[in-house]
């Protein structure tokens, strides 16, 4: 009887490790680290200074062999462009989850969120929020992570009872500016960190002025497990 459950139990493991599967985890293994090394390079020369000999000899390969994982330097851009979108959802969702019962501090922890997100990486704020890789497009399947990302935001808005269709645009708006002037102008320091609040309570009087007043919001559903 032990025999035979040894036998299912082998035969299940070399199932799940085919050599397609090995090599699968491998490519995507050098996938990432080739991302990665595109990041590091940015965050030192900008990403106009991103080339493909540069990435090569980051991760120890030619540029010809960088092109048998990404077939250009776009494609790069937009695993980079996914990778950003995932990080902010991953930041943004224990804000959003957040159980706090005021509706004005609720948006004022999410604003927070954003432009710290925004200013603690200024090669991948231009990446994500500034459009400042000519002609780079993201792809379909990287553009939705980013309509998830935004659509989070919406969901904040919804909770706390914001209907005016433009409020996520005017918000976003708003946030991203702070956060331009603050890495073009104080880039160690706080100055329009420290409009942060302030900048909330501006969109809110226009789109909301009654949560301006310290209003209890509706608990959030429990998500199931």
């Known amino acids: 009887m032990s025999g035979k459950t040894n036998d299912v139990r082998g035969k299940a493991s070399v199932e799940e490790d085919l050599p397609g599967d090995r090599r699968a985890r491998r490519r995507a293994a050098t996938q990432a680290e080739i991302v990665d090394a595109a990041w590091g390079l940015v965050r030192q020369s900008g990403l106009a200074g991103l080339s493909m000999r540069d990435l090569g000899d980051r991760v120890g390969m030619r540029a010809q062999s960088v092109y048998s994982y990404f077939s250009s330097k776009d494609e790069i851009f937009d695993a980079m462009f996914r990778q ?26 999410i604003a927070r969120g954003y432009f710290d997100f925004c200013v603690a990486d200024p090669a991948r704020f231009q990446l ?4 400042t890789v000519p002609r780079f497009e993201p792809s379909e399947g990287s553009y939705a992570v980013a309509m998830e990302a935004l659509g ?24 991203t500016g702070l956060a ?9 320091g706080d100055r329009w960190g420290r409009l942060v609040n302030r900048a909330v309570s501006m ?23």
């Open 84 to 109: 950003g979108y995932e990080d902010y959802l991953a930041m943004v969702g224990p804000l959003a989850d957040d159980t706090t019962p005021d509706a004005t501090a609720y948006l004022q922890a």
């Open 128 to 131: 994500l929020f500034l459009r």
């Open 152 to 175: 989070r935001l919406q969901a904040g808005f919804d909770r706390v009872g914001i209907t005016d269709p433009q409020a996520a645009d005017l918000a976003t708006a708003v946030m």
């Open 180 to 188: 331009s002037q603050q890495l073009a102008n104080d880039p160690t």
């Open 203 to 225: 969109v809110l009087a226009e789109v909301a002025p009654h949560l301006l007043v310290t209003h209890p919001i509706a608990p959030r559903a429990r998500r199931k497990s």
